[in-house]
């Protein structure tokens, strides 16, 4: 069972049972690295193992969710059920996270009336007010980098805001578009943190104080080879690695053929080894040493989650600024 005593509480939803690995992965990261939290987990198609393995931890197991929404359009609901318990603090956190050590500061330590929401990788012609004009809402402030719900923070103060987000997300233009493939969807209406961007882009909140963990530093956001980037990974070894790892697009325990040697030795991997324990044997094959130079590589760093990959970050930064423009800029420095 959680801690009904403390006064944060953190939520997860997953309704795939192949993605059961990472919520057991993050709760147990939670129970190491944040032991005073409240964790509820919402999975409407709980296995019986998953039922099995909450009452050996510190977890609510709820298979009733309060929304008929599903996947990702449940966080407004879920996030305004734990403040209806009387929660004074609600952290949503995505299903394919894990903490390498104790949450930020930027997250835990702000005023009430902070939103503190998730710096995403920066995506060329991405601009905040491209999501809030199209919703008929006054633009307002915009961020150099899009703002995400996968990691976030919400106290009482953000009620309005919960509830707003939650209305769009039932507005029936979102839903058409929720029936249309990914890439014919158009940005404002691409998922929900569409509408949490147009949100935070609307004059209406303007004067709502928002906290972004900082890419890179607060949350390593694994999209690609190069969402943890290089430069990220080299400067861990002076701040630490973020705490919160993100495995974004390809998981880990479903990588097959090549894209599973990058993953064996991705930040959320190597992370996820300290807890192998908890998985079924059946679960834990992913979790195998990589073989191979990339088995030495491993062993040469230690298992470090940030130098680890470096080498493939290494492979795909120098192949996405084109070879060819870096050979005339290394002669010259040479000459």
């Given at each position: 069972?959680?801690?009904?005593?403390?006064?944060?509480?953190?939520?997860?939803?997953?309704?795939?049972?192949?993605?059961?690995?990472?919520?057991?992965?993050?709760?147990?990261?939670?129970?190491?690295?944040?032991?005073?939290?409240?964790?509820?987990?919402?999975?409407?198609?709980?296995?019986?193992?998953?039922?099995?393995?909450?009452?050996?931890?510190?977890?609510?197991?709820?298979?009733?969710?309060?929304?008929?929404?599903?996947?990702?359009?449940?966080?407004?609901?879920?996030?305004?059920?734990?403040?209806?318990?009387?929660?004074?603090?609600?952290?949503?956190?995505?299903?394919?996270?894990?903490?390498?050590?104790?949450?930020?500061?930027?997250?835990?330590?702000?005023?009430?009336?902070?939103?503190?929401?998730?710096?995403?990788?920066?995506?060329?012609?991405?601009?905040?007010?491209?999501?809030?004009?199209?919703?008929?809402?006054?633009?307002?402030?915009?961020?150099?980098?899009?703002?995400?719900?996968?990691?976030?923070?919400?106290?009482?103060?953000?009620?309005?805001?919960?509830?707003?987000?939650?209305?769009?997300?039932?507005?029936?233009?979102?839903?058409?578009?929720?029936?249309?493939?990914?890439?014919?969807?158009p940005i404002h209406a691409k998922g929900d943190d569409s509408l949490f961007i147009a949100l935070l882009g609307a004059k209406h909140y303007q004067a709502m104080p928002v906290k972004l963990l900082r890419y890179g530093r607060d949350i390593a956001q694994c999209l690609t080879l190069r969402g943890y980037t290089v430069a990220q990974r080299v400067m861990s070894?002076?701040?630490?690695?973020?705490?919160?790892?993100?495995?974004?697009?390809?998981?880990?325990?479903?990588?097959?053929?090549?894209?599973?040697?990058?993953?064996?030795?991705?930040?959320?991997?190597?992370?996820?080894?300290?807890?192998?324990?908890?998985?079924?044997?059946?679960?834990?094959?992913?979790?195998?040493?990589?073989?191979?130079?990339?088995?030495?590589?491993?062993?040469?760093?230690?298992?470090?989650?940030?130098?680890?990959?470096?080498?493939?970050?290494?492979?795909?930064?120098?192949?996405?600024?084109?070879?060819?423009?870096?050979?005339?800029?290394?002669?010259?420095?040479?000459?």
């Open positions: 069972m959680s801690n009904q005593d403390s006064d944060t509480a953190v939520v997860i939803y997953e309704n795939r049972p192949n993605y059961e690995i990472g919520v057991k992965l993050l709760v147990v990261s939670l129970e190491a690295n944040f032991p005073e939290a409240s964790i509820h987990v919402f999975a409407p198609n709980a296995t019986a193992d998953l039922q099995n393995w909450v009452s050996d931890h510190r977890v609510s197991l709820h298979k009733q969710v309060p929304t008929e929404a599903t996947g990702y359009n449940v966080k407004p609901d879920v996030l305004l059920w734990a403040l209806d318990q009387g929660y004074g603090r609600a952290i949503w956190m995505d299903s394919d996270m894990i903490l390498s050590r104790s949450l930020p500061k930027v997250l835990l330590e702000q005023p009430d009336d902070v939103l503190v929401a998730s710096e995403l990788p920066g995506l060329r012609g991405s601009k905040t007010h491209d999501r809030t004009i199209p919703w008929g809402l006054e633009p307002g402030r915009s961020f150099p980098r899009d703002p995400s719900s996968c990691c976030s923070r919400v106290t009482q103060s953000h009620r309005n805001f919960l509830e707003h987000w939650r209305d769009m997300l039932r507005d029936p233009n979102y839903q058409h578009w929720q029936t249309r493939p990914g890439n014919e969807r070894l002076i701040h630490g690695m973020p705490p919160v790892i993100h495995a974004m697009r390809v998981k880990p325990w479903l990588a097959k053929d090549s894209e599973r040697i990058y993953q064996s030795v991705s930040p959320y991997a190597c992370v996820a080894r300290r807890y192998k324990d908890v998985l079924n044997e059946t679960q834990q094959d992913w979790l195998e040493p990589p073989r191979s130079w990339v088995g030495w590589w491993y062993k040469l760093v230690r298992g470090h989650p940030a130098l680890s990959g470096l080498p493939f970050a290494v492979r795909a930064q120098v192949k996405s600024i084109g070879i060819r423009s870096v050979i005339p800029k290394v002669r010259y420095r040479l000459n």
